[in-house]
């Protein structure tokens, strides 16, 4: 019995879990939208404070995690392609693959590993620290003050730093490609080209904007929960990557496969 | 004292965090101007009666009248106005660590009222220096030694004018003198302001400096109401255990 006592009582939880993020989502739409009708506007200073922190300072480690991705594509895929007499097809392959795959993806692992932990730790430490509360007794929405920047300023820069994260990784293939499988330059961009197409890039570009959702939603949903002091602080911070991790993972799966069957 | 307006009346409060009784049953009048002190060990219910009192937490039963008004049935707007009325000090003072000093205690104005930024810092200095802060304006909170993060926080409660301010543990984990700084300015402010203070505490010393009434709560019930004086002569040998500090008695530390 108590395997299924257990089993039965984590699956509520995480019902419940779902039930509550899905208010916080509700909350922070309400925000965005009708709050500036109402006389209280989006902190736009405190969004593009935000944007600095998240996006440009994710500029580097993006940079160079989609570079060595797209370099080990190109290395792992060419011995393939080269018993097919069809080398020059490592192009079209690194660079579709990171469009519609790695890039959004890889991106996402990155900064929710990065961000989602930073908003999780900031909110949390707030949260067991009485500030939270305070916000809530000055009538002020913690919601409002520290949810939303953060979840504007994700939405606006996860995709661009996809963006820039399927440039790395096209430009690492390329450097393989030209420099070590010995593909004309102008093949490989030529071949690259030819078969990218633009849907390539918004299917892989609206998948980040859901990712950018996840991050920000699981990171404050985990900080505004935390209880218990520095372990509860370490706890929530722990759950929220792993969350935002599978979620990442789950959610691109099912997009995926709307794409894949509605032939986007 | 029946002549006095209440300002926080509570009806019936009980309380349970996931089966575990914290409050029973506790009705308890506030009068505008007073300085009433809840007393009571830890884990009395004594934290969450001021919570209650507040609006942070919704009773289980029972209800909450400010002027005449029940914080139960009010919608988002009216709670809004309802608790900018309202001013509180926790414990950890719960300043915002990436904001200054001043900052701090402008951020409730700058929320809710379309004051000039000029105007909010004068009203900001003029808060701070009412706690014996002016010139600490640019200081973060972490560099200030925890009896001035305190008076940081009673001055950002104070920021909006409430008519009622509660503090939570105002004294605790200060040494002798900073404690009586802040009984001294919890009076001071009472009595400058003509607030209302409700302010919650276990330290026998500041209940006796500031009360004008004192109620004790003993695991979740009201034990008493009285003045400071009434209090002292109690016959109830709980209260007197507490007060004196006693090993012997009804109360039982497990």
Same mark, same amino acid.
């Given at each position: 019995?108590?395997?299924?006592?257990?089993?039965?009582?984590?699956?509520?939880?995480?019902?419940?879990?779902?039930?509550?993020?899905?208010?916080?989502?509700?909350?922070?739409?309400?925000?965005?939208?009708?709050?500036? %009708?109402?006389?209280?506007? /989006? !902190?736009? #200073?405190?969004?593009?404070?935000?944007?600095?922190?998240?996006?440009?300072?994710?500029?580097?480690?993006?940079?160079?995690?989609?570079? %060595?991705?797209?370099?080990?594509?190109?290395?792992?895929?060419?011995?393939?392609?080269?018993?097919?007499?069809?080398?020059?097809?490592?192009?079209?392959?690194?660079?579709?693959?990171?469009?519609?795959?790695?890039?959004?993806?890889?991106?996402?692992?990155?900064?929710?590993?990065?961000?989602?932990?930073?908003?999780?730790?900031?909110?949390?430490?707030?949260?067991?620290?009485?500030?939270?509360?305070?916000?809530?007794?000055?009538?002020?929405?913690?919601?409002?003050?520290?949810?939303?920047?953060?979840?504007?300023?994700?939405?606006?820069?996860?995709?661009?730093?996809?963006?820039?994260?399927?440039?790395?990784?096209?430009?690492?293939?390329?450097?393989?490609?030209?420099?070590?499988?010995?593909?004309?330059?102008?093949?490989?961009?030529?071949?690259? %080209?030819?078969?990218?197409?633009?849907? +390539?890039?918004?299917?892989?570009?609206?998948?980040? /904007?859901?990712?950018?959702?996840?991050?920000?939603?699981?990171?404050?949903?985990? #900080?505004?929960?935390?209880?218990?002091?520095?372990?509860?602080? @370490?706890?929530?911070?722990?759950?929220?990557?792993?969350?935002?991790?599978?979620?990442?993972?789950?959610?691109?799966?099912?997009?995926?496969?709307?794409?894949?069957?509605?032939?986007? | 004292?029946?002549?006095?307006?209440?300002?926080?009346?509570?009806?019936?409060?009980?309380?349970?965090?996931?089966?575990?009784?914290?409050? +029973?049953?506790?009705?308890?009048?506030?009068?505008?101007?007073?300085?009433?002190?809840?007393?009571?060990?830890?884990?009395?219910?004594?934290?969450?009666?001021?919570?209650?009192?507040?609006?942070?937490?919704?009773?289980?039963?029972?209800?909450?009248?400010?002027? +005449?008004?029940?914080?139960?049935?009010?919608?988002?707007?009216?709670?809004?106005?309802?608790?900018?009325?309202?001013?509180?000090?926790?414990?950890?003072?719960?300043?915002?660590?990436?904001?200054?000093?001043?900052?701090?205690?402008?951020?409730?104005?700058?929320?809710?009222?379309?004051?000039?930024?000029?105007?909010?810092?004068?009203?900001?200095?003029?808060?701070?220096?009412?706690?014996?802060?002016?010139?600490?304006?640019?200081?973060?909170?972490?560099?200030?030694?925890?009896?001035?993060?305190?008076?940081?926080?009673?001055?950002?409660?104070?920021?909006?004018?409430?008519?009622?301010?509660?503090?939570?543990?105002?004294?605790?984990?200060?040494?002798?003198?900073?404690?009586?700084?802040? +009984?001294?300015?919890?009076?001071?402010?009472?009595? !400058?302001?003509?607030?209302?203070?409700?302010?919650?505490?276990?330290?026998?010393?500041?209940?006796?400096?500031?009360?004008?009434?004192? @109620?004790?709560?003993?695991?979740?019930?009201?034990?008493?109401?009285?003045?400071?004086?009434?209090?002292?002569?109690?016959?109830?040998?709980?209260?007197?255990?507490?007060?004196?500090?006693?090993?012997?008695?009804?109360?039982?530390?497990?």
């Amino acid at each position: 019995m108590n395997i299924f006592e257990n089993i039965g009582k984590t699956i509520l939880h995480w019902v419940r879990v779902f039930f509550k993020s899905l208010e916080l989502i509700i909350e922070t739409l309400y925000w965005v939208f009708v709050g500036p %009708f109402r006389k209280k506007p /989006i !902190k736009w #200073g405190e969004v593009f404070a935000q944007m600095v922190f998240m996006g440009i300072q994710s500029i580097i480690i993006v940079f160079f995690v989609m570079l %060595f991705t797209g370099v080990v594509l190109a290395m792992q895929s060419a011995p393939q392609l080269e018993k097919m007499g069809a080398v020059f097809y490592v192009a079209s392959l690194v660079t579709i693959s990171i469009c519609r795959e790695l890039g959004p993806v890889l991106t996402a692992l990155v900064v929710a590993g990065r961000i989602g932990a930073a908003i999780t730790a900031e909110i949390g430490s707030m949260n067991v620290n009485e500030q939270i509360e305070a916000l809530d007794t000055m009538a002020i929405s913690p919601v409002r003050y520290l949810v939303v920047p953060k979840f504007l300023s994700l939405f606006f820069m996860l995709p661009c730093l996809t963006v820039l994260g399927d440039a790395s990784g096209f430009l690492g293939g390329y450097l393989i490609g030209v420099f070590n499988l010995n593909i004309n330059s102008g093949l490989y961009l030529q071949t690259a %080209f030819d078969f990218l197409e633009l849907r +390539d890039i918004y299917t892989g570009l609206s998948k980040s /904007i859901i990712f950018a959702m996840i991050i920000a939603i699981v990171g404050s949903y985990q #900080g505004l929960q935390t209880q218990g002091g520095a372990v509860g602080v @370490g706890r929530a911070t722990t759950v929220s990557v792993v969350t935002s991790f599978v979620l990442i993972i789950i959610a691109d799966c099912i997009l995926t496969g709307i794409y894949f069957f509605s032939d986007l | 004292m029946s002549d006095k307006k209440i300002a926080i009346s509570a009806q019936n409060i009980s309380q349970a965090f996931e089966g575990r009784k914290v409050l +029973d049953n506790v009705s308890l009048d506030i009068y505008k101007g007073e300085t009433f002190v809840i007393m009571g060990g830890s884990g009395s219910g004594k934290s969450t009666m001021l919570r209650i009192m507040t609006g942070a937490i919704k009773p289980s039963l029972g209800k909450i009248l400010f002027d +005449d008004k029940d914080l139960k049935v009010l919608d988002d707007l009216q709670e809004e106005q309802l608790k900018r009325r309202f001013g509180m000090s926790f414990q950890s003072a719960a300043l915002l660590d990436f904001l200054t000093v001043e900052e701090n205690v402008s951020l409730p104005l700058k929320e809710h009222t379309n004051l000039d930024s000029k105007i909010i810092r004068i009203i900001a200095k003029m808060k701070l220096s009412l706690v014996g802060l002016a010139g600490f304006e640019n200081y973060y909170p972490s560099m200030l030694s925890g009896g001035m993060r305190k008076r940081v926080g009673v001055a950002r409660a104070i920021a909006m004018d409430p008519e009622v301010v509660f503090y939570d543990e105002p004294t605790a984990g200060l040494d002798p003198v900073a404690c009586a700084v802040i +009984d001294k300015l919890i009076l001071d402010l009472t009595k !400058k302001l003509k607030l209302t203070s409700v302010v919650v505490t276990h330290n026998m010393e500041s209940v006796f400096r500031i009360a004008d009434r004192v @109620g004790m709560l003993y695991q979740g019930k009201l034990l008493e109401v009285g003045t400071p004086d009434e209090i002292k002569h109690s016959s109830n040998p709980i209260v007197k255990q507490f007060i004196t500090g006693a090993l012997e008695g009804p109360i039982h530390l497990t």
